[in-house]
């Protein structure tokens, strides 16, 4: 999926029709070539997308496992070193597992971060306990750990939840840190902001656990494992549940046969709050998604529904909320109206850990006022960070679209 990789300018490796190994390059990024993304699976090049001036969308592989053998990567980089590990985690396509901040792009091979943020926690709706996957393929996850902290210039936090020790987390140059309470408890912003937070003059990094584990993998075996276990689970999921399926997966495939096919249905790879919408040539498991969410897709209009009251609509600050606040809402993708003036009610000091103005920042992202939004905290954002603010919001904002649009306006003008 191209718009898993924020700045891509991919230069592609393979045509349509071209046989594929797992480990074979599909495309790499023209500035930093070194970076490239392979193919998950053995297979053939089923078709290559491509939309408004040629951006790419996404490359499709047939499976096939009989067509080639994986690539063996252990003769690669000395990994007893800093620069051999990223020189093989560059080869096996796994160094693209590693996102900076500010501005969540994949880091350059040659650059170190001031420290390393490893996410093994789940806080979104619906996710799958990241303890109990980790502790499944415990040696993998500590021989990643123990290779990825090689990276960093400072300390590399193993960000877990409240009560658990997991494997690892005792080596030199780990610090744990345990977070627990509702979402975003589990988001690499909340855990940078409370233990070492990035600035325009300092970068860190973060990387989810699942990556963690296939960096073991390849280290110990000494080729890529792409498999993932992730949650599918939604309103219209007739049993929800964990999937152990493979980075790039087809949404439909994995869907088919589990929906309610009586409404139409949203697609979402990752949670309701952050993940991205996608049918089609977009319609794949996204390389940094632990989720797919299904919702009913609904655009229906209620006459004068911003006054009426409805107990069947959830509400963040319900008017009769003591008698409703056990109920379980079947969430669909109707916004319950259009955009209007943001009015400040104190939602998003409740819903943000973090020691900001929450009101004020929102403010300057919208504005594109970017002097301010730095001030306020804005580089140490990414768009999953403002999922819950953008769901909970009256005025019907999309404060990641806006946060991305003023951290590319700050990373090319300052």
Known sequence: MGSDYLGLKPRLAVQEGDVVAAGTPVFANKDTAAAQVVSPVAGRVKAVNRGARRVL??????VDPAAAEPVDFSAVGDVTTAEGLAER???????????TRPYSKVPDPESRPAALFVTAIESEPLAADAALIIKEQKEAFAAGLKAVAMLSEGKTYLCQGAGEALPGADLPGVEAASFEGPHPA????????????????????SIGYQDVIAIGHLLLTGKINSERVIALSGPLVGQPRLLRTIQGASMADLTVGGIDTSVPARMISGS??????????????GRYARQVTVIEEDQKQIPMGWIRPMASKY????????????????LTSNLNGGRRAMVPTGTFEELMPQDFLPTQLLRALLVMDTDQAQAL???????EDLG???????????????????????????
């Open 377 to 383: 905290g804005a580089l140490e954002l990414d768009e």
């Open 388 to 414: 819950l603010v953008g769901f909970a919001c009256p005025a019907k904002y999309e404060y990641g679209l806006a946060l991305r649009d003023s951290l590319t306006k700050i990373e090319k003008e300052g």
């Open 272 to 285: 309701i709050l952050s993940g991205r919408a996608g049918e089609g040539a977009d319609g794949y498991l």
């Open 57 to 62: 969308i996404s490359v499709e592989i047939e």
């Open 315 to 330: 509400a963040v600050q319900p008017v009769l909320g003591s008698l409703f606040s056990k109920k379980l809402y079947a």
């Open 186 to 205: 589990g988001l690499a912003g909340t855990h940078m902001h409370f233990l070492e937070p990035p600035t325009a003059a300092k970068t860190v990094w």
């Open 89 to 99: 985690l560059c080869a096996a396509g796994l160094w693209t597992s590693f996102l």
